[in-house]
T-cell receptor, first 110, second 118 residues
Framework: QQPVQSPQAVILREGEDAVINCSSS?????VHWYRQKHGEAPVFLMI?????EQKGHDKISASFNEKKQQSSLYLTASQLSYSGTYFC???????????FGKGTLLTVNP | DGGITQSPKYLFRKEGQNVTLSCEQN?????MYWYRQDPGQGLRLIYY???????QKGDIAEGYSVSREKKESFPLTVTSAQKNPTAFYLC?????????????????FGPGTRLTVL
């Protein structure tokens, strides 16, 4: 089942913060976050494993709440380069498939 | 440079024609995947292959076919049976140990092919 992302779109001014959520109705092993610029390939950001681990690099971090089967992506002090569509991909069960949400369009304006 | 290449970047075909999209990787990955992307729909899995000479249907396999004769190649054929083939097609690969609660394997994507059927 496809994970649900929220919000569908968000507009920020440079320097503002944003949170993007990804929820699943099934038990998950991991959540994978990607960012895609228009017309380009999705670029891998980070993976969150079962266990509530929080990861991050630079000013982008994420958490995974195993009890809620929900992951959140945190973007702090946003930069213009953060603009794009953010996708979460979820992994559960014994197959090799990632199931992706519909994406969250993030626009950062000067 | 290691990576995933897809060709061509843009492809135009007449309705009713079959067309094959190329995907090559030199990352020595065992697993390869094909996704279709439509506006507002996210990424939908067409086919995937965990090993050479083996592949499985994804969520929207109807009207598509694949082959995996070599580890580095996973071509996708869009057949005339696909009712609405105009879309952005993405190929991805992973080491192949994606399953399991402790796996840190993830998928890496090629640049995509935009197919337009006229």
């Amino acid at each position: 089942q496809q994970p649900v992302q929220s919000p569908q779109a968000v507009i920020l001014r440079e320097g503002e913060d944003a949170v993007i959520n990804c929820s699943s109705s099934k038990a998950l092993y991991s959540v994978h976050w990607y960012r895609q610029k228009h017309g380009e390939a999705p670029v891998f950001l980070m993976i969150l494993l079962k266990g509530g681990e929080q990861k991050g690099h630079d000013k982008i971090s994420a958490s995974f709440n195993e009890k809620k089967q929900q992951s959140s992506l945190y973007l702090t002090a946003s930069q213009l380069s953060y603009s794009g569509t953010y996708f979460c991909g979820t992994m559960g069960g014994s197959n090799y498939k990632l199931t992706f949400g519909k994406g969250t369009l993030l626009t950062v304006n000067p | 440079d290691g990576g995933i290449t897809q060709s061509p970047k843009y492809l135009f075909r007449k309705e009713g024609q079959n067309v094959t999209l190329s995907c090559e990787q030199n990352l020595n990955h065992d697993a390869m995947y094909w996704y279709r992307q439509d506006p507002g729909q996210g990424l939908r899995l067409i086919y995937y292959s965990q090993i050479v000479n083996d592949f499985q249907k994804g969520d929207i396999a109807e009207g598509y076919s694949v082959s995996r004769e070599k580890k580095e190649s996973f071509p996708l054929t869009v057949t005339s049976a696909q009712k609405n083939p105009t879309a952005f097609y993405l190929c991805a690969s992973s080491i192949g140990r994606l399953a399991g609660p402790s796996s840190t394997d993830t998928q890496y994507f090629g640049p995509g092919t935009r197919l337009t059927v006229l």
